[in-house]
């Protein structure tokens, strides 16, 4: 700085002081509390072609030079133990951890997604069953919880049921966990604000997405799309304005939609179209950098990876 821009510089300074009391009397800008990335819908295979791709797509989101502080995986990490017998589902977690041990540094919080849960018919008498090997492998606590982080609270929740015929699976929050997530929300009070998360949607138009969820004219949306008590939920986060946000996949479709001050996220997915080509629908394979803020507002960038 030479001496005339350094008397420009003063002759400003009246100006520049009446400004910043402006400033300090408008409302103070938003901070950012946290950066992660939701990854989901990943659908591993013991195969070349799904685990570079989720390798790419780990490396692509530790490559910011804004970083994520970690990963919030939205559910069916695997391609499916539905219907799979042992040694099938355990070789896609083995890809899985592969994958993870050689390509990622970040912390991952894990959300259960329907291909998740081992529900093979031959396993009913297996102790892990059911969710049970999806929780002890994900290294949660449970299928369902809750937890803080920068001043914001995350309820994760598990949105995969059995049919009221045992067979797996139907959208919907059980009745055990629904008292649980009132109990939760009670306990974290009206100020902080809240992100859940669930694989299966709350509330979404992806299901629209299909003239097979046309029935006589009519439209037919099957609970395994978008969960069967959503009214329910949408009752209950109108308590709590603090409910800022509602994260899913599940259907490999990118939307967003804003409703009684609930930004509804729907991911798409990092496999695409289950790993055949990359572009589900018009959705392209990918993730989301989401942005939360202290004031409770959100944003979402939604990145291919390839
Ligand atoms: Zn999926």
Same mark, same amino acid.
């Given at each position: 700085m030479n001496r005339r821009t350094i008397l420009k510089s003063a002759a400003l300074l009246p100006f520049v002081s009446g400004s910043n009391e402006l400033i300090t009397s408008a409302p103070m800008a938003r901070q950012r509390s946290v950066r992660f990335a939701y990854i989901g819908d990943t659908h591993i295979l013991p195969e070349a072609k799904p685990m570079e791709g989720v390798a790419k797509c780990f490396h692509h989101a530790q490559s %910011? #030079?804004? &970083?994520?502080a970690f990963v919030l995986h939205g559910g069916d990490v695997i391609m499916d133990a539905l219907a799979k017998d042992r040694s099938d589902v355990q070789k896609q977690w083995d890809a899985w951890h592969t994958v993870m041990k050689a390509d990622n540094s970040l912390p991952i919080e894990y959300c259960i997604g329907n291909h998740d849960v081992w529900g093979f018919e031959g396993a009913k008498a297996d102790p892990q069953y059911g969710k049970k090997w999806a929780v002890d492998l994900m290294k949660i606590s449970g299928r369902y919880r809750s937890f803080d982080r920068n001043g914001w609270h995350f309820i994760i929740l598990d949105s995969v049921q059995p049919r009221p015929d045992g067979k797996w699976y139907t959208g919907h929050i059980d009745p055990e966990q629904l008292d649980w997530l009132k109990q939760d929300l009670a306990k974290t009070g009206t100020k902080t604000p809240t992100l859940v998360l669930s %694989?299966?949607?709350? $509330? #979404?138009?992806?299901? $629209? $997405? #299909?003239?097979?969820?046309? &029935?006589d004219g009519n439209w037919s949306i099957s609970g395994g799309l978008v969960l069967s008590n959503t009214p329910e939920l949408l009752k209950l986060f109108y308590q709590y304005p603090n409910v800022k946000t509602a994260l899913s996949g599940h259907m490999h479709l990118l939307d967003r939609v804003d409703y009684n001050g609930v930004t509804y996220l729907c991911n798409g997915a990092v496999s695409g179209n289950w790993w055949k080509s990359d572009t589900y629908q018009q959705t392209k394979a990918g993730y989301a950098l989401i942005d939360l803020y202290d004031d409770g507002t959100v944003e979402r960038t939604y990145l291919q990876y390839t």
């Open positions: %910011h #030079s804004d &970083k994520p %694989h299966i949607p709350i $509330f #979404s138009p992806t299901g $629209f $997405f #299909s003239e097979q969820n046309v &029935k």
